[in-house]
């Protein structure tokens, strides 16, 4: 008997020894707990100072939101203009407006045309003479109220298809006036 007591005293410090150690775990757990939250407080507090730190100093440099680029809307984008060989061999032309009291129009042009295009230089150069009549022609079938500043733009669109369809393998691409000026006679 004494020997099954000594047994069921081993069996209880065995069974014991593991409660007990279950309980250190528990202990090292619920003392590790409080120091595991403290620094991840600690953590979550850095993270919210950075980003207000990092928030204020954005909207100090963007001065409070602003955009610093301003857009308008009547602004249309263009691009780059493309490259044209020139053609100014054309003299200074003069003629006479169709008004009642005629104007005197002194214009002197530079036509565009693709750049390197060998053929469209030839024609323009054997056709100088033609060129200038039909411009000279041109000018004298519009009105002193044509020629003004203001429809500049329109007049170059006009002769560049006019001209066009005057000339064979050439394509004036661009008009520009080096001279356009009218004078009351």
Same mark, same amino acid.
């Given at each position: 008997?004494?020997?099954?007591? +000594?047994?069921?005293?081993?069996?209880?410090?065995?069974?014991?020894?593991?409660?007990?150690?279950?309980?250190?775990? +528990?202990?090292?757990?619920?003392?590790?707990? /409080?120091?595991?939250?403290?620094?991840?407080?600690?953590?979550?507090?850095?993270?919210?100072?950075?980003?207000?730190?990092?928030?204020?100093?954005?909207?100090?440099?963007?001065?409070? #939101?602003?955009?610093?680029?301003?857009?308008?809307?009547?602004?249309?984008?263009?691009?780059?203009?493309?490259? =044209?060989?020139?053609?100014?061999?054309?003299?200074?032309?003069?003629?006479?407006?169709?008004? /009642?009291?005629? $104007?005197?129009?002194?214009?002197?042009?530079?036509? #565009? =045309?693709?750049?390197?295009?060998?053929?469209?230089?030839?024609?323009?150069?054997?056709?100088?003479?033609?060129?200038?009549?039909?411009?000279?022609?041109?000018?004298?079938?519009? $009105?002193?109220?044509?020629?003004? /500043? +203001?429809?500049?733009?329109?007049?170059?669109?006009?002769?560049?298809?006019?001209?066009?369809?005057?000339?064979?393998?050439?394509?004036?691409?661009?008009?520009?006036?080096?001279?356009?000026?009218?004078?009351?006679?």
């Amino acid at each position: 008997m004494a020997n099954d007591a +000594d047994e069921k005293i081993d069996l209880g410090d065995e069974e014991g020894g593991e409660s007990g150690s279950k309980k250190k775990k +528990d202990n090292a757990l619920l003392m590790l707990l /409080p120091n595991l939250l403290k620094f991840l407080a600690i953590g979550l507090g850095m993270l919210i100072l950075i980003v207000t730190i990092s928030v204020i100093t954005f909207n100090i440099l963007n001065k409070g #939101g602003k955009s610093q680029t301003v857009v308008t809307d009547d602004v249309t984008y263009e691009g780059t203009r493309p490259q =044209y060989s020139m053609f100014s061999a054309l003299p200074v032309i003069r003629a006479m407006t169709k008004d /009642p009291s005629p $104007y005197s129009v002194v214009v002197e042009i530079v036509l #565009g =045309y693709d750049l390197n295009n060998a053929t469209a230089a030839t024609e323009l150069t054997s056709r100088l003479v033609e060129l200038q009549d039909f411009i000279r022609n041109y000018f004298s079938s519009k $009105y002193n109220v044509d020629l003004q /500043p +203001d429809k500049e733009e329109q007049l170059k669109q006009d002769l560049i298809e006019k001209l066009n369809r005057r000339l064979n393998t050439a394509k004036v691409r661009a008009v520009f006036f080096k001279q356009l000026s009218t004078m009351e006679m």
